[in-house]
DNA sequence: GATGAATGAGCGTTCATTCAT
DNA sequence: CATGAATGAACGCTCATTCAT
């Protein structure tokens, strides 16, 4: 097993312990059994658990950045733009329900608040296509003058909440349902 | 100190450290400290711990819808009422940042998940203000016709997301703010 | 209540106790509950736990002593006189099986060792209708040769045996059977 | 120290302390540091405290085996045979009285109630050889026509008793001693 | 005298981390 | 390098005993 292999077996098998059974559901030795290797192998890839899971974090925020952008073009109306990342956002936690709950684990945690408070300056990733786009909404007038934090959470807000409740099986998010959802929350958004 | 006293004690020594730290950052012991008693005394008052965590959230639960139904009359129309609750929410999040971090770790967590899924069959507590109010809403055309589980997402996603913002310091909510916002959130609800 | 009903009531119940779960199935609060009485009023009558235990013992001997001698005569004949107690020991056993539990739970256990390490100086107690009986047996020459401790196993051993078994249900010891069990005893102990 | 000698080391140490002060006068805290591993060793071999005692027991149970079963020959005469068992079981006690200790600590007690319900199906271990015997001596009418589990008690019951008493103390078992003993509890079996 | 709420030491067990092999 | 056995601090919880009422 070459370097990078057994440190993407350890990031999966850590990703999958930890959305189905939470932090706790996720002693080093499982996550070590689950990837095929030593306990200790795990140390000299990640100096240690938090680290473990901070990086996962960005492995992960890094593969969605990739898959939001797909197809995304700067040049179209920003309702247009809008829409292609909420649907896309949607679509992506439908597909990965574990990468959507090691999210949530992640955001819930003493993890999540000092994430955010690291991000208060430098704001980077997923949120800066959102911090774009509304930036250019805001220059338009085409989104409500509110600041760019509450422009997030109605646009972001609703669409985790309807995404928890897609995998818990409380609710099933069609291609039409998305549709609609992500249109409401434009609703919400827009001027 | 008298009897409700001490449990008192333990219940606001046990919000504040789960709040601040989650559930695993507080230690039984440590409640124990903080509350000021032994760590059996817990126990006369709270068989175990997960009992501990769901007696609270009851409590916190029953204290909220006391307050969320101050001043709300239900001859009201649709869109006043949610107006009503929704600035009632945010109101009590911000001046109860403890309260609100508290709810966030119970939802985020294998309790919250039981919890949800006991109240999809015999719903009860202050989202069934909302469900009466959608219910309403719907029978008269007022709100976009979406499951219900879509329209609290829509309606209390955003809610959560800026609390936890203000809290964290991100944005700061005057009254002017919570207003828009609230109307914003009404805006994605509403036909 | 008067203070020797009560006194009763808690020996009756840490009895009860300790002969169906162990010295630690029996925590002095459950005992005190099923007394009726107070936890700390234990702690009038006796000092400590243990002291409860080795009092608790003390009674039972003594009960069991009383209903051992009567119709005992000391004018009859050793071998008659040894089915006589060997018959009253086993239906003893048979009709007070929470007397029996406990006599054993306390035999095997830091108490009985001790119990038994104080005796060997000065011995009391029902043993001693046996050590009686034996030096006279010994003196007639109807016993065998064999230290006092000896016989006393051969007489005493199969009937805690064949006792426990009968309560745990392995066999069901009817008063024709008993006769042949005591009878089996002394054709080990005779000469 | 190797793995197997960690083991064992963990095994000696509980059986003394165990053998000594009891089931819950031997805490894991205690047996680690007797076998000089850490608290948490204990586990890697033992899954919890009962399979630790269980297996304790078992392997107690399979060395006595082996030592009854030397020079056993199942050709020789029954009484023979009793009294070749019955003074192997002896001089095993008395050679090895922690091993005794722990063997009526773990039959007086609910492990050692299981144990014999379990028995009473599918008859295994050291007891068969009784049971074998004692079937053959019916057979021939050479014992008692009395139940299995009485015939038990009669010869069994009273090398238990010595067995404590010897070391206790209370009596010194030599080889004359030892060889009158067992040919008193034939005399109580026989017919 | 009687009570039972309060205590805290002590239990069995887990698991992040280390380090000899 | 990789390993996984070993560690021990820390956890949730119990219960004999005390003491204010």
Redesign the interface.
Known sequence: MAKLEKRDEIVRAALELIAEN???GAPMAMIAEKAGVGAGTIYRYFENKDVLINELYRDLEQRIYTVLMEGYSPEKPVRERFIHIGTAILRYCIANPLDFRYL??F????YG?VH??DR?LGETGEKDIYLELFKEGLARHVV?E??M??L???A???????AR?HI?G??VLDEA?IG??IT??W????R
Chains 1, 2, 3, 4 share one sequence.
């Open positions: 939470g932090f706790h949530e684990q955001h819930n945690s003493p608040v955010r408070r208060i409500k509110l600041p934090v509450v997030f959470a109605l972001f807000g609703p669409l985790i909440t309807v409740d818990l409380f609710v349902l609609e959802i409401a929350c609703d919400g958004v827009k």
